[in-house]
């Protein structure tokens, strides 16, 4: 059994109780870092991590909206959350 994020054996794990895997620790901390120009994220996306940039960001979407991601990293999260809103409002 596999969770959203990909992680086998975490679907048997509620949401809140379980620690984040290595991949979702991962996207977290590329979300930290800043980037020298355009291309230079997605290129390490896919060097680092071995995801094609729109499965990332299908991931990282993911996490925003889970409160294990919060609890790991509230600063980056809630930073993207309002980046997240800000062009849902746009829209």
């Given at each position: 059994m596999?969770?959203?994020l990909g992680e086998p054996g975490r679907a048997a794990?509620?949401?809140?109780?379980?620690a984040l895997g290595e991949r979702e620790q991962a996207?977290?901390?590329?979300?930290?870092?800043?980037w020298p120009g355009p291309g230079a994220k997605?290129?390490?996306v896919r060097e680092q991590l071995g995801l094609?940039?729109?499965r990332y960001y299908q991931l990282l979407n993911a996490l925003l909206d889970d409160p294990r991601a919060l609890a790991h990293d509230p600063v980056t999260v809630n930073?993207?959350?309002r980046v997240r809103a800000e062009r849902q409002q746009r829209r």
């Open positions: 596999t969770s959203e794990e509620g949401p809140s109780t379980a996207v977290l901390a590329m979300e930290r870092r800043s997605e290129r390490a094609s940039a729109t930073r993207l959350r």
